[in-house]
């Protein structure tokens, strides 16, 4: 066959894409393709690969085959660092890796020996301010309940007023005076609540809910300060609380503590490079699976709208966005095909109708309506690796992480404004992140760390769910619903699930290698990519400003982060190419005359 012009030509004859020609896949079987290809430029803080593709220096000889080739794990014992570490940071004598001086003696094996926790950095240590030293004697206290305190020992109460020298100093005999007096009976021993007299004194006790904050006053808990307590709501009354539920969930009739949808089954929408599919989460249909779309080559990211049943997906080997019925995967139409290799992250704006994604190659955060007619860099600087990004649009933020040489998670409006990092100490290659709208929680995945951890929009109450090599030796994407965290892991390539509060209860889904789809075997195929919870709720109703007429906005009208009552709810912008006018409004190509629309101002702010 003769191939086009468009179309690589491989040994075997047989015709490839033209694009396909050099992107580091094998894709004529024979690796015709990927031969005589110039080298790929890396950055100042990369090293290539034998494959071409360009990886983070700080990961050669790390034990981790990132170059997917073991190029990176080859002639380690005779290699000299790559760089000098910086500043804050020290090098494993015994890889080529640097890691921040931090993390030394932190319980964690950053270096892959684990030289970092051995005995040349940690036998003299110091211990970290919140931490203690534990010395070679015992320490030990008695319980005043049950136990006598003989100084360096205890003896059980019993023995205490028994006429017997039972601590040896003759202290647990303290004569008529104590041994035959119920301090309890004058003023309660001045015990708010409960006095409990022993043979040796008394002590102060409180009632359930309560607590000691001196010895004899009682305090009320607040058990709502406990994370997860309650599902959702915690009401904290005098010596108790109470649990409640939001709008559309009620509580669980086996566990009053907690909640559960009203409505609708939830599903798992899930992609693994070569098909999307969909996992029933209904006990009744016990974990039954069916392929959404079939064989896309490259599936990566992928979101949804619930209320129109439409998926968007990206595709690494096409190089595009594709949009498609949930029910009619195959009629797939391409959004945006332009410059977009390397895009892992894809969110969808379910109330005001745009798609936003990462672009790891370009380095950007782009958004475009739903035909991909208006498409508009929102940020183009200071980004290392972006990847993930999930959003908030009845709120207008968007937040995304960063798996750069300064790994990070940022947030921002959905209109570009208002940047700012929110997690930047503690992290080092984060994934995926989700957003739980109930809670106002973010959720994210770190498969350097092993773990997944949650924090408010603007990473405060920062918190660790769950650390686990074992669980989370590469984690990729997460979602959440109801108590649930849902994620993807690559080296294991299944959906695992836990507790979202604190990491228990933890269980395999699937094995994305092994499910059955519609009863056919299925076998083969890539690990797991994204994964979503299907559900009304994981999009939940809010107001579009935006309408009715397009907020005035002559092209694109974007949410604005809500950061008080009285800030505008959407901001008018331009897709690339084209400036915004000092109206606000109107977008017109560079150097062509501006006719100023009348009241401009005054109509944007009334919208």
Same mark, same amino acid.
Not at 134 to 156: V, Y
Not at 586 to 600: I, Q
């Given at each position: 066959a003769t191939c086009t012009s468009e179309q690589f030509t491989c040994s075997s004859g047989k015709c490839i894409p033209l694009m396909w020609h050099c992107d580091g896949d094998n894709d004529c079987d024979d690796n015709s393709d990927e031969k005589q290809c110039p080298p790929k430029d890396c950055s100042a803080h990369e090293v290539r690969c034998d494959n071409s593709t360009c990886i983070m220096s700080s990961w050669l000889c790390d034990g981790e085959n990132d170059c997917e080739d073991l190029s990176d794990e080859e002639n380690c014992a005779n290699q000299t660092a790559p760089y000098t570490c910086a500043e804050g940071e020290i090098k494993c004598d015994r890889s080529l890796i640097c890691i921040q001086r931090s993390f030394l003696c932190?319980?964690?094996m950053d270096c892959p020996d684990g030289e970092d926790e051995g005995d040349r950095y940690c036998s003299s240590a110091p211990c970290p301010d919140d931490s203690?030293?534990?010395?070679?004697?015992?320490?030990?206290?008695?319980?005043?309940?049950?136990?006598?305190?003989?100084?360096?020992?205890?003896?059980?109460?019993?023995?205490?007023?028994n006429g017997d020298n039972d601590c040896g100093d003759g202290r647990d005999e303290l004569g008529e005076d104590v041994c035959g007096r119920n301090e309890?009976?004058?003023?309660?021993?001045?015990?708010?609540?409960?006095?409990?007299d022993t043979k040796a004194g008394y002590y102060c006790a409180c009632n359930e809910g309560f607590m000691l904050v001196d010895g004899t006053q009682c305090q009320d808990i607040n058990e709502c300060?406990?994370?997860?307590?309650?599902?959702?709501?915690?009401?904290?009354?005098?010596?108790t609380y109470k649990c409640e539920c939001v709008s559309g969930y009620a509580k669980d009739p086996h566990d009053k503590h907690r909640c559960k949808a009203m409505e609708g089954h939830a599903s798992l929408l899930f992609a693994d490079y070569f098909d999307i599919r969909k996992i029933s989460l209904d006990h009744q249909e016990a974990r039954k699976v069916t392929a959404i779309v079939n064989e896309t080559d490259g599936?990566?990211?992928?979101?949804?709208?619930?209320?129109?049943?439409? !998926?968007? =997906? /990206?595709? @690494?080997?096409?190089?595009?966005?594709?949009? &498609?019925?949930?029910?009619?995967? %195959?009629? *797939?139409?391409?959004?945006?095909?332009?410059?977009?290799?390397?895009?892992?992250?894809?969110?969808?704006?379910?109330?005001?109708?745009? !798609?936003? =994604? /990462?672009? @790891?190659?370009?380095?950007?955060?782009?958004? &475009?309506?739903?035909?991909?007619? %208006?498409? *508009?860099?929102?940020?183009?600087?200071?980004?290392?690796?972006?990847?993930?990004?999930?959003?908030?649009?009845?709120?207008?933020?968007?937040?995304?992480?960063?798996?750069?040489?300064?790994?990070?998670?940022?947030? &921002?409006?959905?209109?570009?404004?208002?940047?700012?990092?929110?997690?930047?100490?503690?992290?080092r290659w984060p994934n995926g992140i989700t957003v739980d709208f109930v809670l106002r929680k973010l959720y994210w995945v770190d498969s350097k760390k092993h773990t997944i951890s949650s924090?408010?929009?603007?990473?405060?109450?920062?918190r660790v769910v769950l650390f686990s090599k074992e669980h989370l030796p590469h984690p990729f994407s997460i979602t959440v619903f109801e108590d649930t965290i849902y994620w993807t892991?690559?080296?294991?390539?299944?959906?695992?699930?836990?507790?979202?509060?604190?990491?228990?209860?933890?269980?395999?889904?699937?094995h994305a290698h092994s499910v059955s789809i519609l009863n056919n075997a299925y076998s083969g195929g890539e690990s797991p990519m994204t994964v979503h919870v299907y559900h009304s709720y994981r999009q939940p109703n809010g107001t579009n400003h935006c309408t009715p007429l397009n907020g005035l906005c002559t092209h694109l009208c974007?949410?604005?982060?809500?950061?008080?009552?009285?800030?505008?709810?959407?901001?008018?912008?331009?897709?690339?190419?084209?400036?915004?006018?000092?109206?606000?409004?109107?977008?017109?190509?560079?150097?062509?005359?501006?006719?100023?629309?009348?009241?401009?101002?005054?109509?944007?702010?009334a919208v």
């Open positions: 932190d319980g964690d203690f030293r534990c010395g070679d004697t015992r320490l030990s206290a008695c319980n005043p309940q049950l136990e006598f305190d003989c100084g360096d020992h205890c003896i059980p109460m019993t023995l205490v007023c309890c009976e004058e003023f309660n021993g001045g015990c708010s609540q409960q006095c409990i300060l406990e994370p997860g307590l309650c599902s959702q709501l915690c009401h904290n009354l005098k010596g599936s990566t990211a992928l979101d949804f709208v619930f209320k129109t049943g439409m !998926i968007f =997906w /990206t595709d @690494a080997k096409d190089k595009c966005i594709y949009k &498609a019925p949930i029910d009619e995967g %195959m009629k *797939k139409e391409v959004v945006v095909k332009k410059d977009m290799t390397n895009t892992d992250g894809l969110a969808v704006d379910w109330i005001y109708n745009h !798609i936003y =994604w /990462t672009n @790891a190659d370009n380095n950007t955060v782009e958004v &475009a309506d739903f035909n991909g007619d %208006m498409r *508009k860099t929102l940020f183009h600087r200071n980004l290392g690796e972006p990847r993930a990004i999930a959003i908030y649009p009845i709120e207008g933020w968007m937040f995304w992480t960063d798996w750069g040489v300064e790994a990070k998670i940022e947030r &921002a409006g959905m209109d570009g404004n208002h940047r700012e990092p929110i997690v930047t100490k503690d992290i924090c408010n929009f603007d990473g405060s109450d920062r892991d690559w080296t294991k390539g299944a959906i695992l699930k836990a507790n979202k509060f604190s990491g228990k209860e933890l269980v395999l889904v699937s974007l949410p604005a982060p809500q950061l008080n009552p009285s800030v505008p709810k959407i901001t008018c912008a331009c897709p690339d190419g084209l400036l915004l006018m000092s109206d606000g409004l109107t977008c017109e190509r560079p150097g062509k005359p501006f006719k100023s629309f009348d009241n401009a101002s005054t109509l944007l702010n």
